[in-house]
């Protein structure tokens, strides 16, 4: 599978794997998001291949250790390597993805009044074992 920023300035590769998608719907991920939560899926690191733009990402990251990579020319949030063994992948980056579900919910206890989750996926009143949620 294939993703790229909004621009088209950062793409990347997934590949030997079928994500397992998960939504956080923490306040900090609606933040980022502008939205109900974050729709996304953490593989490892031999999963996945930068093709192009790297050069444009730039990061935040809070004093609670929240990171946020994006893009420099068009503003959307990236994938970012997690522990030098793993990758966090928007899902929306994906340009063709297979048919994919959410599998898990998470930080459900703090999701917002608004916020409908009409799903099967499993729900988290926190975050759970990240073992629990990774793509393998």
């Known amino acids: 599978m294939i993703g790229s920023c909004f621009c088209g300035g950062v793409k990347f590769e997934v590949n030997g794997i079928t994500p397992k998608l998960y939504q956080c719907h923490c306040s900090m991920c609606r933040k980022v998001t502008s939205s109900t939560s974050n729709t996304a899926f953490i593989i490892p690191i031999d999963n996945f291949k930068w093709i192009s733009g790297d050069s444009f990402i730039k990061m935040y990251k809070k004093p609670t250790g929240y990171r946020v990579d994006f893009c420099t020319e068009c ?62």
């Open 75 to 136: 503003g959307s949030t990236v994938p970012n390597i997690y522990r030098d063994i793993q990758v966090w992948i928007p899902a929306g980056l994906l340009d063709n993805p297979q048919e994919l579900t959410i599998s898990n919910h998470l930080c459900v206890s703090s999701k917002a009044n608004w916020d409908e989750i009409s799903d099967n996926g499993k729900q988290h009143a926190g975050v759970p074992e990240l073992d629990s949620i990774t793509s393998n």
